[in-house]
């Protein structure tokens, strides 16, 4: 298949595959219905995070990466031989994405391209027939979020995020010693992110560099001319593209307080910070806090410090009877209400352990045994969504606890779907 992409190309492949998953449903079905020991095949798109993705899932019994693909030609290939080192057999290194859905043995596609592409990707995967495992965060805004869950409820797929924590087994046992009532009636959790990024400078105008398809990265997102301060890390910080640090790495520690709370959606959500470390072109916050409240009485906050990095702790509960703490590489510790640690359980993040849970779940043709399905995973995303809207309006948020939609402030709301490039939009 050509890397060579326009609109009407896209739209076309994207009606062939809905109309294909119609078709085919029952032999897709059949087909999930694996016995645990048959193959599992893999293609991934975006080779950033998606190499070390490669990686964690080739190195599960019965399961093989057949693509690797990069809108970087360069890209592309490197990762090809690092997969091939890794796991003994080379997959193919292609630049365009759709090639993995015309495959028919393909069972999962694993989107680790950009923010701006997760749910396009995860939508199109699953018209498809293909199982879809999609990064953090699942979604460049909310709507998209509505839209996964749909895809995947309609094609019957099973869509995990990869918020790997959920799988680590010292993570899970921590959750359940706080829902066990280990430090009390728990209401607050508090969350931080602490890096030292520097400044990402002001881009100049540049030529594309030969290697890399710039026309189908930006993809869904409407055009801009290339400049050479954006890809391949950069676009975190332009709104067109990324979600900032909040969506980037605060996801993962959001995702483990509205675990550990037992809270689904905020009904209020108050933002403060700014850009205040670098006059450049990042658009979104370095310095980062946001406060999410729950009904029941509940209270999540977040703090973001790009720019400083300080060792502390990544997620803190705090309970009548003392407080629990979740370490960025798993584990927890428990301290009592002087302060004093009184249990401490090592652990890791549970990467290979989420991965597998994603494999078994095609395998056993379970699509919802998942322990972040795309319905928990789109939760979990909102709460960054809607903290940088409140960011973005500078006004504090009143939320509808049934869907997360911004109560009586239609600017708030024009924030919740986003504009495409025409013919790109993503349609379940």
Request: glycine share 10%; proline share 4%; aromatic share 8%.
């Amino acid at each position: 298949m050509s890397d060579s992409v326009n609109r009407r190309t896209f739209l076309g492949q994207t009606a062939a595959a809905a109309t294909a998953a119609g078709i085919t449903a029952p032999a897709i079905l059949s087909a999930a219905n694996k016995a645990p020991s048959e193959k599992v095949t893999i293609g991934i798109m975006g080779m950033q995070r998606g190499l070390a993705l490669a990686k964690t899932f080739g190195a599960l019994d019965g399961v093989e990466i057949k693509y690797v693909c990069d809108t970087d030609d360069t890209r592309a290939g490197k990762a090809a031989q690092t997969v091939e080192k890794a796991t003994k057999k080379k997959p193919q290194a292609i630049g365009d994405f759709r090639k993995i859905l015309d495959d028919k043995d393909v069972d999962a596609l694993i989107v680790a391209a950009p923010n701006h592409w997760h749910a396009p990707g995860t939508i199109l995967g699953c018209s498809a027939g293909k199982h879809v495992y999609v990064e953090k965060p699942c979604c460049h805004n909310p709507k998209e979020g509505e839209m996964m869950v749909e895809a995947a409820r309609k094609n019957k797929r099973a869509v995990q995020m990869g918020s790997q924590r959920r799988s680590s087994e010292s993570i899970q046992e921590g959750i359940q010693q706080l829902k066990e009532g280990i430090i009390g009636d728990v209401h607050l959790a508090r969350a931080y992110y602490w890096s030292a990024r520097g400044s990402i400078g002001k881009g100049k105008p540049a030529a594309v560099p030969p290697e890399l398809n710039y026309d189908l990265w930006q993809g869904p997102a409407p055009r801009q001319k290339y400049v050479d301060n954006l890809i391949h890390y950069n676009w975190h910080w332009f709104w067109k593209y990324g979600n900032g640090e909040l969506g980037n790495n605060g996801v993962h520690s959001l995702d483990l307080c509205r675990w550990g709370l037992g809270a689904e959606i905020p009904n209020r959500v108050v933002s403060s910070g700014g850009r205040y470390f670098y006059s450049d072109d990042q658009q979104t916050p370095d310095t980062h806090v946001v406060a999410f409240e729950f009904d029941g009485g509940k209270q999540i906050t977040w703090q973001g410090t790009s720019c400083n990095r300080h060792k502390n702790d990544f997620v803190i509960f705090f309970g009548s009877k003392g407080n629990l703490i979740l370490g960025t590489s798993g584990g927890y510790t428990v301290l009592d209400a002087k302060d004093k640690e009184v249990k401490k359980v090592d652990g890791n993040q549970g990467m290979s352990e989420h991965a597998q849970n994603f494999v078994d779940a095609i395998r056993n043709n379970e699509p919802l045994n998942l322990n972040a399905e795309i319905e928990i995973g789109n939760k979990s995303t909102l709460l960054c969504h809607l903290g940088n809207i409140a960011h973005r309006t500078g006004r504090t948020l009143q939320c509808d606890t049934t869907n997360g939609h911004i109560i009586d402030d239609k600017d708030a709301m024009t924030f919740w779907g986003r504009e495409y490039e025409p013919g790109w939009e993503p349609k379940v």
